[in-house]
């Protein structure tokens, strides 16, 4: 797919991909050789280019670096067999990317823009994108507001960019999460529903709190009772009580994740009962107490399916069943990477070819 839009590209002059073992970086620490930017003033997007990936001049007044006018995407490409590129639902982010810019006040970044530049890009930098079994290009579109003005007003400028860097697993090994009952991610009328650079920027101090506790991220619960999970970390939530898909539904304090949706899909699809609802900690606790916790897992893009092995509550650890013993995630797990590999039917139409 090529956009309208034309696009002017400056080559890097040497490829650094040999630099690296794309299928054994660290995540989002080495980037590939170019990126893809477009400007928009006056009230339109003006250009876009691709260049070789650098730091580029701006100054340090710029508000989305100090009222968080700032907004991303996180998506992926993968590598087949024959070395042919695909991408996952790249239509879902680009929606996903303007429903977040018009919550945040910013311009909508059009279709062929964001797919134009995004096509163009993963074909000069294609070598970039793994071939081992559970790697990918780690994709991140954002979009930043540029006026160089203290005062507090929606920017008049703006760049659209696209970096991408290989990755591996986000998380080495299966988590363990704390329910967090004190500080909250999301409220009612909020921007927990988008993907906007300040959601992540108030999670950290909390989910650092949890950490030098032992646990790696925190359960989000809702604002107002604390008493239902919400999400955790960068992941939607996922449990498998009794023979049900039971996921927290979907609100304005909950980002509508793609894997989520995915994962709901294929359970569907495969004659499960799935329930989109709200979800007690003490449903969960009973739940467990009854042994009918069978599991749990967060789901996204960069930790696809993670598997949670404890859930910390109220000073208590409630330890799940084995990895091992956990049907569904494991089945969706293994289809979901075969289909992004291009080794299993891509019966919904997910995968996009770069060709
Ligand atoms: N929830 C949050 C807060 C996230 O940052 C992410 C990651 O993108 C997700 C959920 C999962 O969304 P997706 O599956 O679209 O990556
Ligand atoms: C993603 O899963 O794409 C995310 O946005 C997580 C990221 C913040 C590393």
Same mark, same amino acid.
């Given at each position: 797919?090529?956009?309208?839009? =034309?696009?002017?590209?400056?080559?890097?002059?040497?490829?650094?991909?040999?630099?690296?073992?794309?299928?054994?970086?660290? &995540?989002?620490?080495?980037?590939?050789?170019?990126? /893809?930017?477009?400007?928009?003033?006056?009230?339109?997007?003006?250009?876009?280019?691709?260049?070789?990936?650098?730091?580029?001049?701006?100054?340090?007044?710029?508000?989305?670096?100090?009222?968080?006018?700032?907004? /991303?995407?996180?998506?992926?490409? *993968?590598?087949?067999?024959?070395?042919?590129?695909?991408? &996952?639902?790249?239509?879902?982010?680009?929606? @996903?990317? +303007?429903?977040?810019?018009? @919550?945040?006040?910013?311009?909508?970044?059009?279709?062929?823009?964001?797919?134009?530049?995004?096509?163009?890009?993963?074909?000069?930098?294609?070598?970039?994108?793994?071939?081992?079994?559970?790697?990918?290009?780690?994709?991140?579109?954002?979009?930043? %507001?540029?006026?160089?003005?203290?005062?507090?007003?929606?920017?008049?400028?703006?760049? /659209?960019?696209?970096?991408?860097?290989?990755?591996?697993?986000? *998380?080495?090994?299966?988590?363990?999460?704390?329910?967090?009952?004190?500080?909250? @991610?999301?409220?009612?009328?909020?921007?927990?529903?988008?993907?906007?650079?300040? +959601?992540?920027?108030?999670?950290?101090?909390?989910?650092?709190?949890?950490? #030098?506790?032992?646990? #790696? #991220?925190?359960?989000?619960?809702?604002?107002?009772?604390?008493? *239902?999970?919400?999400? %955790?970390?960068?992941?939607?939530?996922? &449990?498998?009580?009794?023979?049900?898909?039971?996921?927290? !539904?979907?609100?304005?304090?909950?980002?509508?994740?793609?894997?989520? =949706?995915?994962?709901?899909?294929?359970?569907?699809?495969?004659?499960?009962?799935?329930?989109?609802?709200?979800?007690?900690?003490?449903?969960?606790?009973?739940?467990?107490?009854?042994?009918?916790?069978?599991?749990?897992?967060?789901?996204?893009?960069?930790?696809?399916?993670? #598997?949670?092995?404890?859930?910390?509550? +109220?000073?208590?650890?409630?330890?799940?069943?084995?990895?091992?013993?956990?049907?569904?995630?494991?089945?969706?797990?293994?289809?979901?990477? +075969?289909? @992004?590999? !291009?080794?299993?039917?891509?019966?919904?139409?997910?995968?996009?070819?770069?060709?």
């Amino acid at each position: 797919m090529t956009g309208t839009f =034309d696009i002017s590209i400056q080559k890097i002059a040497k490829s650094k991909v040999s630099e690296y073992d794309v299928n054994n970086v660290p &995540f989002g620490k080495c980037f590939s050789d170019h990126m /893809f930017v477009a400007e928009y003033s006056d009230g339109k997007w003006q250009k876009a280019y691709i260049m070789p990936y650098q730091n580029v001049p701006m100054s340090y007044a710029i508000s989305s670096l100090h009222y968080g006018q700032a907004i /991303f995407e996180g998506m992926k490409a *993968y590598k087949n067999e024959k070395g042919e590129v695909s991408l &996952f639902r790249p239509t879902e982010n680009f929606k @996903r990317l +303007n429903k977040s810019a018009i @919550r945040m006040a910013m311009p909508e970044v059009p279709e062929e823009i964001f797919m134009g530049g995004l096509f163009e890009l993963l074909r000069l930098d294609s070598a970039w994108v793994p071939t081992s079994e559970t790697g990918s290009l780690y994709i991140r579109p954002f979009l930043i %507001s540029t006026d160089e003005a203290i005062g507090v007003k929606a920017s008049d400028t703006y760049k /659209f960019i696209i970096i991408t860097c290989p990755a591996g697993k986000y *998380y080495s090994e299966p988590i363990k999460v704390l329910v967090e009952t004190n500080y909250i @991610r999301a409220v009612k009328g909020g921007i927990g529903f988008v993907k906007a650079a300040g +959601n992540y920027g108030r999670s950290l101090y909390p989910t650092k709190l949890a950490q #030098q506790k032992g646990y #790696q #991220q925190v359960i989000w619960t809702d604002s107002e009772t604390h008493q *239902y999970v919400e999400e %955790s970390g960068t992941m939607n939530l996922m &449990f498998v009580i009794g023979d049900t898909v039971v996921t927290p !539904g979907l609100g304005d304090t909950i980002l509508a994740g793609i894997t989520r =949706d995915s994962v709901l899909t294929l359970a569907r699809d495969w004659g499960m009962r799935v329930e989109e609802r709200k979800i007690s900690i003490i449903e969960l606790i009973e739940a467990h107490e009854k042994g009918l916790l069978r599991e749990a897992f967060g789901c996204g893009t960069a930790a696809t399916i993670a #598997q949670i092995v404890g859930i910390g509550y +109220n000073g208590k650890d409630y330890p799940l069943p084995p990895v091992e013993e956990r049907k569904f995630s494991t089945k969706v797990d293994e289809v979901l990477r +075969n289909i @992004r590999k !291009g080794k299993a039917e891509d019966k919904f139409k997910w995968m996009m070819k770069v060709d």
